[in-house]
């Protein structure tokens, strides 16, 4: 599943600069020593799971608090996008130490013998789900059946079909291929459309309609369907070699996040105006979109910190999901998610 929080007119320009700023960094400088400027600081390299918006908060407040620095850390971000290798691969290939994923695709790395670890997801939640109008409302899984849904590709028509499965229920629906906007849903195309909460139905209010009146959304998760998104990920070898590092990162965006939560418009300003300036993003969209997307970015359940997972729900919810796609191959858990990265991110910081 592909996290898209940006519009088609964006892509292409994004493109151009994407492969600018891979081919213009070698592996030495992602990996290697820092330059002698920044010789106290320990150089830690990370891809993005998209292009450089709202969508990581955290790292934009880290970066400009100083929250980095203070865990001894000097970061290099690199962009991901529709021209980017998904962060499992490149990690693999150790051009990069940290990487933000998906859940299937990390699944599926780990099952083809590639050494990923989980240390965290910064979405406790995930925002993919249906969009449906009065006229038909989509709440619960029952609703599905003998639907026309519009969904934008390959992997929402599994997690419809996964959601189905789970719910005991036939696969009795049709599948509309649909691109990033929800239009063809307001013309009639479709009965619902697979959509992200912090992107299309946020167009829809930006029109002046009203959710749960004038339009309803609900989660995958709430259609008994959970995956997750934004996961953050890197391989055993570079766990156990620089364990302290990667500790620093969760911590540093984890107090990112925290500080996010006070004045939502400071990451959004600092995208529009710095480090997603070439994306023609719109300030007003990306606050609205910071703002529902901080409910995510809280614990699976009170007391629980900041990007950590509930083994449970890995073992629970998680790991059934998988298998209603036909995941078989699933790793002991314990292989997959280092659960004690995120508690020592929550220990005081020592250098």
Same mark, same amino acid.
């Given at each position: 599943m %592909? ?7 964006? !892509? ?5 600069k ?8 070698? @592996?030495?400088? !992602? ?5 002698a400027?920044?010789?106290? !600081?320990?150089?830690?390299?990370? +891809? ?5 918006? &709202? ?7 880290? *970066? ?37 994923? @998906? ?8 099952? %083809? ?8 997801? /910064?979405?406790a939640?995930?925002? *993919? ?5 009065p #006229? #038909? =409302?989509?709440? %619960? ?16 028509? &599994? ?5 189905? #499965? ?5 696969l009795n ?22 959509a992200?909460? $912090? ?11 009203? =959710? ?18 934004? /996961?953050?990920?890197?391989?055993r ?17 984890? +107090? ?15 995208? &529009? ?10 300030? +007003?969209? +990306? ?13 699976? %359940? =009170? ?5 950590? !997972?509930?083994?449970? /729900? ?25 659960f004690?990265?995120? $508690? ?8």
């Amino acid at each position: 599943m %592909k996290f898209r929080p940006i519009e088609d007119h964006c !892509l292409n320009a994004y493109r151009r600069k994407l492969l600018q700023a891979f081919a213009a960094v070698p @592996t030495a400088a !992602l990996l290697g020593n820092p330059p002698a400027s920044a010789q106290s !600081l320990r150089r830690l390299s990370v +891809q993005l799971g998209w292009v450089p918006n &709202v969508q990581y908060a955290g790292e934009w407040v880290a *970066m400009e608090r100083g929250f980095f620095k203070a865990n001894g850390l000097d970061v290099e971000i690199l962009p991901g996008g529709p021209n980017a290798l998904q962060a499992p691969v490149v990690l693999a290939a150790g051009k990069v130490a940290l990487g933000y994923s @998906t859940w299937f695709p990390i699944l599926d790395a780990v099952a %083809k013998g590639n050494p990923i670890v989980i240390v965290g997801t /910064v979405f406790a939640r995930s925002p *993919m789900g249906v969009l449906s109008l009065p #006229k #038909k =409302p989509i709440r %619960k899984a029952a609703d599905l059946v003998g639907s026309r849904l519009l969904v934008q590709g390959a992997n929402e028509r &599994v997690a419809v079909d996964a959601t189905l #499965k789970l719910a005991g229920l036939p696969l009795n629906w049709t599948p509309v291929p649909a691109g990033f906007s929800p239009e063809p849903l307001l013309a009639g195309d479709g009965d619902g459309y697979t959509a992200f909460s $912090t992107n299309q139905p946020l167009a829809l209010e930006k029109m002046g309609m009203k =959710p749960g009146k004038d339009f309803f959304f609900t989660t995958f998760d709430d259609l008994g369907f959970r995956t997750l998104v934004a /996961v953050l990920v890197t391989t055993r070898g570079y766990l156990d070699a620089h364990r302290n590092d990667v500790v620093g990162y969760v911590r540093s965006i984890s +107090q990112g996040w925290e500080e996010n939560e006070k004045d939502p418009a400071y990451a959004a300003k600092l995208v &529009v105006q710095k480090y997603g300036v070439d994306l023609g993003l719109d300030l +007003q969209q +990306q606050i609205r979109q910071n703002e529902v997307q901080i409910p995510l970015a809280r614990g699976e %359940k =009170p007391g629980l910190p900041r990007l950590a !997972l509930d083994r449970d /729900v890995v073992a629970g919810p998680l790991y059934a999901s998988a298998r209603a796609t036909g995941r078989t191959n699933l790793p002991d858990i314990d292989k997959l998610v280092d659960f004690s990265v995120v $508690t020592e991110a929550n220990r005081p910081a020592t250098r």
